[in-house]
């Protein structure tokens, strides 16, 4: 350091080498320097603490300096809050005419506000530039004063852009390697990126540093928490904090389910908090604020954080399953939210494009450009195709048009068919319908769903604004639906989706379809066999799990789940989770499983026939069911000869089929041939009345103990 140098040059020359962005806000200082007549000689800088305005203020007076202007600096914390203490602070500006005044912390003195803007600034000379940095935003009284209206610009001081965020850390030294995991925590807030990267830069010095990995330590967090947010007024005002750090955005009403009836007096204070901002759906914080609130709850209390997030779930689920379907994204979005970081849900969500598309209905205007696309993405054949379910169903297609340009720039379908409608037309089509009448044929009232067509040319089947809100479409129509039983998802067959759809339960079938060049795949889910919404709460469970939270089981929720969920799909979560959906094979399987363990309480109530919709829909018992069943025999042609087998043979009577034949004076093809076609009978009627839901009912005509081959009788049939 040359003689005349102090440490004081040093710190200066710091400083402005660690300066970066704010170019708007430097713009519109300068042109009040300059004294241009479309500049504002008033600058009022307002934002939450650790935005950065301090760091402005001494750039600002740096550049006045230079331009050989007297600088008056007021600092806020240190100046008793009276007129007169802040006139001798002041005072000096008021006397030189081209001096800037720099106003520093003025929340401390907001009781001044009124004098100020009457009775302080108006007697400064012209020429002098007054800039005033504060928390909170100006009395809208001044706003509106239109005496000041010409002269004050209001400016709301926001984290550093992407960039210009970058740019620090580069300068401070921080590995590239870190700079995604500090610009996600910190969104860009100075203070909170000035000390992660002193945290990250010594621990890359220390070699200790996992880069990639990296996340706030308790000195970073305890250092932000009060700067941030300071001290609210009451743990009340606390848990709303907290509330809005996890929720997309916070209403009155989701404050409410979560607090009870001092939800508008929270709300209210919510939206006075200079680190949180107002959209039309209401509040949320700034982005190292949401952070900071979180990982502080969940470290001072755990079990406190892992029930606010599972009763938050709990009621936008409720929301999803409520909503209209012009709402459907909205209230998925708002529950996707919670899970923005979680396990492979991080992967599967492009955050940072929110809000470059809106989905809108696909009119018959927007048709032709549906087909266009389709086209370019997938080729002519898939067009085609494209075309023949927008005539039949163009009720299912929607369109994703740009924010910026209101162009179509992506489209999907959700089909829903309760026939093979298509399948001699459609090869996906056709290989949803070959999978379901193999795994589980469709019962009366239910109806077939294929996700469709998810076709962005320029972002095709990634990650991707149109990719967020096709996905939410999805889940939020199968939450919604009260007749679905399968869903199938068709995606391109290259393996990028298979994951993530896997671990939604969504697993693939074993057929390829091939449009034009192209082969897909189908992933594929039976809702009969758990409701959804007992699928979301697990799937939300196993999530947290897998990132340490314990959610617990809320049984309130499981009744619930009960009210909500449809009887077809499986009544209550609890029988749902008993419930079975059997293919034909498998029910075929059960139906002789079961008359062989006719008259054995214990196999019975084990065999998966007792949890089928025949069985578990009526209230009735797999025994009465099967001797119902059997009954029917009697009505075909030679159905009484094939009843006394199946009955005589399925009695407790006979030690062996050997035995039953000799009993009933045939021979052992012949008793065999009538036993096999009395079985495929009785399996046929089972089976039809599993389809239909109907129950089965005792038959008309009485039976003869003849007839009835002997049912009283005890002991074992034969094997």
């Known amino acids: 350091m040359g003689d005349g140098g102090s440490l004081g040059d040093l710190v200066v020359a710091a400083r402005d080498r660690a300066f970066v962005g704010r170019a708007a806000e430097r713009a519109m200082f300068r042109s009040a320097l300059a004294g241009d007549p479309h500049g504002s000689p008033v600058l009022y800088l307002h934002g939450p603490g650790g935005i950065g305005k301090s760091t402005l203020l001494r750039r600002f007076a740096l550049e006045a300096r230079e331009a050989g202007r007297l600088v008056v600096e007021v600092d806020g914390r240190t100046v008793p809050a009276t007129p007169d203490d802040f006139e001798q602070a002041a005072g000096k500006a008021i006397g030189e005419p081209g001096s800037v005044l720099l106003v520093d912390a003025f929340e401390h003195c907001q009781g001044l506000e009124h004098w100020l803007w009457e009775h302080f600034l108006p007697r400064l000379p012209l020429g002098t530039v007054a800039v005033v940095a504060g928390r909170s935003a100006p009395d809208p009284r001044w706003v509106a004063d239109p005496g000041w209206a010409g002269l004050m610009h209001v400016v709301p001081l926001r984290n550093l852009a992407r960039g210009d965020a970058a740019t620090f850390l580069r300068v401070r030294g921080v590995p590239d390697g870190a700079h995604h995991a500090l610009l996600s925590f910190t969104g ?52 709303a904090l907290e509330v809005c750090a996890q929720a997309d955005v916070t209403s009155e009403a989701l404050l409410r389910a979560m607090m009870g009836e001092r939800a508008p007096e929270l709300f209210a204070w919510l939206r006075t908090q200079p680190f949180i901002e107002s959209t039309p759906a209401g509040l949320f914080p700034h982005d190292v604020v949401r952070e900071v609130l979180a990982a502080d709850l969940r470290w001072r209390d755990p079990d406190g954080f892992a029930a606010l997030r599972r009763r938050m779930y709990e009621y936008l689920l409720g929301r999803v399953r409520e909503a209209s379907a012009a709402q459907i994204l909205p209230a998925m979005q708002a529950l996707v939210y919670l899970h923005r970081t979680l396990g492979h849900l991080a992967q599967a969500f492009d955050w940072h494009s929110h809000g470059l598309v809106r989905e809108l209905p696909c009119t018959p205007a927007d048709e032709k450009r549906v087909v266009e696309l389709v086209h370019e993405a997938e080729g002519p054949e898939s067009a085609a195709l494209a075309r023949f379910w927008l005539d039949r169903q163009p009720e299912a297609f929607v369109v994703y048009r740009s924010t910026g340009t209101d162009d179509i720039v992506a489209l999907s379908a959700w089909l829903q068919l309760a026939g093979p409608e298509g399948e001699d037309v459609d090869p996906v089509v056709a290989a949803a319908w070959a999978h379901v009448r193999t795994a589980g044929p469709l019962r009366a009232g239910e109806r077939v769903a294929l996700a469709r067509f998810h076709v962005n040319p320029q972002a095709y089947q990634r990650p991707s604004a149109s990719m967020n809100l096709i996905q939410w479409r999805v889940i939020g129509e199968i939450v919604r639906s009260d007749d679905l039983a399968w869903s199938f998802v068709v995606m391109r067959d290259d393996g990028f989706w298979n994951d993530y759809l896997e671990r939604s339960d969504m697993l693939p079938t074993g057929a390829r379809p091939v449009v034009g060049d192209h082969g897909y795949r189908l992933f594929a889910h039976d809702w009969r066999t758990r409701p959804a919404l007992a699928w979301m709460v697990e799937k939300n469970k196993a999530l947290l799990a897998g990132a340490g939270i314990d959610v617990g089981t809320n049984p309130q929720l499981v009744d619930a789940i009960g009210k909500l969920a449809p009887s077809a799909s499986g009544g209550t979560s ?46 009735q018992s797999l025994h009465d069911v099967l001797l119902r069943a059997i009954d029917t025999v009697l009505a075909e042609r030679g159905g009484e000869k094939r009843h006394r087998v199946v009955t005589t043979t399925y009695s407790k009577a006979a030690p062996t089929q050997e035995a039953v034949a000799r009993r009933l004076g045939m021979s052992f093809s012949t008793y065999r041939r009538h036993l096999t076609a009395a079985v495929k009978r009785v399996s046929d009627v089972l089976w039809s009345h599993e389809l239909s839901g109907e129950p089965m009912v005792p038959a008309d005509r009485d039976l003869t103990p003849d007839q009835r081959g002997g049912r009283p009788l005890d002991g074992p049939g034969p094997g």
Do not use: K, M, Y
Request: proline share 8%; net charge positive; charged share 25%.
């Open 188 to 239: 860009g807030n100075p203070l909170a990126l000035s000390l992660a990267a002193a945290v990250v830069v010594r621990q890359d010095a220390d070699g200790t540093a996992r880069a990639a990995d990296w996340a706030p330590g308790r000195d970073v967090i305890a250092t932000l928490l009060p700067r941030l947010v300071g001290d609210p007024p009451s743990p009340a005002h606390r848990t």
């Open 574 to 619: 609890r029988e749902g989770a008993d419930h079975v959906v059997l293919s034909r094979r498998e029910f075929d399987t059960a139906v002789r499983d079961a008359l062989r363990a006719l008259w054995w309480p214990n196999e019975l109530a084990a065999n998966p026939l007792s949890r089928s919709r025949v069985v578990a829909a009526h209230g």
